[in-house]
């Protein structure tokens, strides 16, 4: 019953508020989920082809499907196939070893695997690419409970694997108390926090418009002044290391004009994700203004500063991208400095950056040039 407000408490977000499809699709898994195991308590009055084969495809393709919409939320799709492959594969062993090779462990098993695999995607992609931010607020926890999730699922197979079970999942108390007590908690849970992320994207819409570069999806200059100010306060207060790259591409005026300012946008943003990939979730990247951008690296030593400069010159240089038919790309060129103690703010680090950034300029572009005093 609980699992069944939660539906429509989903249902009334989307029909009332956000007609988003993402929002649709989590509303459509968490159905599928209810009506299977709606299904599977009727299994005095149905045939075992509903109670036990369509009730585990349901429940199974409602965690896929919470997967493949949560994948679409967070903008990291998954691919539709992933989605159907779970619940039709576990389907297909379920169905196999009930009516032509009984077999109640496997059976389980095949359950277990198709629910951890589809709240592990589901995990994986809240807690493995939210940046710093709101989002984490939201997106952590249900992360999180999808973690725990995945560990109800094992611990299912554990208990298949160790003890001899009943051949009715029902008619054995201590499992019915694990399977309700995670159904009703863990999955109500979910559904509480994936309503909170939908209900705070437009509060972070707006942050987005504020302090993101529309095109790149860097932090624009305000965004990143407020994030960095936290994170050089950190390094001061702990006296830990801080170091910045100041990057710059080269020629990009002659390109937007062999090329077009189409092509330009298609390359800045191809070059933001490509960068986004080399950093960790704690560094700062920022589309500082036109073809310059600045990434802060906290906690970072100087010389594992130039690392990983060298490494997004060399990654930038391998770039391509095509427009209307035509492979074209282009170069950086990056200065880097680091906090120091007379240093004593954090625009003192920029300049210095960008000092070395115009000798790279000047020693011919397409280098990484140091900040001779960090």
């Given at each position: 019953m609980s699992m069944a407000v939660q539906t429509l408490a989903l249902a009334y977000v989307w029909f009332g508020h956000f007609r988003d499809r993402a929002v649709a699709e989590l509303f459509l898994g968490l159905a599928m ?342």
């Amino acid at each position: 019953m609980s699992m069944a407000v939660q539906t429509l408490a989903l249902a009334y977000v989307w029909f009332g508020h956000f007609r988003d499809r993402a929002v649709a699709e989590l509303f459509l898994g968490l159905a599928m989920i209810v009506s299977g195991v709606a299904i599977a308590l009727s299994r005095p009055h149905l045939d075992p082809i509903f109670t036990h084969v369509l009730a585990v495809t349901l429940v199974t393709g409602g965690h896929a499907y919470h997967a493949f919409a949560v994948g679409r939320f967070v903008g990291r799709p998954v691919p539709a196939s992933v989605a159907i492959a779970i619940p039709v594969a576990v389907s297909v062993v379920f169905a196999y070893f009930f009516y032509v090779q009984p077999r109640f462990d496997i059976r389980i098993i095949a359950f277990s695997l198709g629910i951890a695999t589809a709240s592990g995607i589901g995990a994986a992609l809240l807690l493995g690419t939210t940046p710093r931010g709101p989002l984490r607020n939201t997106h952590w926890p249900v992360g999180a409970l999808l973690v725990l999730q995945v560990v109800f699922a094992i611990l299912g197979i554990v208990w298949v694997l160790t003890e001899d079970p009943s051949e009715d999942l029902f008619e054995n108390a201590r499992l019915q108390t694990v399977w309700f007590s995670q159904a009703i908690i863990v999955i109500n849970l979910i559904t509480l926090g994936l309503c909170l992320m939908i209900t705070q994207r437009p509060q972070l819409d707006l942050d987005r418009q504020v302090n993101y570069d529309l095109l790149t999806g860097a932090l624009n200059r305000p965004g990143f002044e407020r994030s960095a100010e936290a994170d050089w306060s950190h390094s001061i207060r702990h006296d830990t290391h801080l170091s910045l790259l100041a990057l710059d591409l080269d020629g990009f005026r002659a390109f937007n004009s062999s090329f077009g300012t189409e092509a330009g946008d298609v390359w800045l943003k191809a070059f933001a994700e490509m960068v986004r990939g080399l950093l960790r979730r704690e560094d700062l990247l920022c589309r500082f203004r036109g073809e310059e951008f600045v990434i802060l690296l906290p906690g970072t030593p100087f010389e594992a500063a130039l690392q990983a400069a060298e490494r997004i010159r060399r990654e930038a240089e391998r770039l391509r991208i095509l427009h209307r038919g035509t492979e074209v790309s282009t170069t950086i060129s990056v200065g880097a400095a680091a906090r120091t103690s007379d240093r004593l703010t954090l625009k003192s680090v920029m300049a210095a950056a960008d000092r070395a950034l115009h000798r790279a300029k000047a020693a011919g572009r397409n280098r990484v040039e140091a900040d001779e005093r960090s």
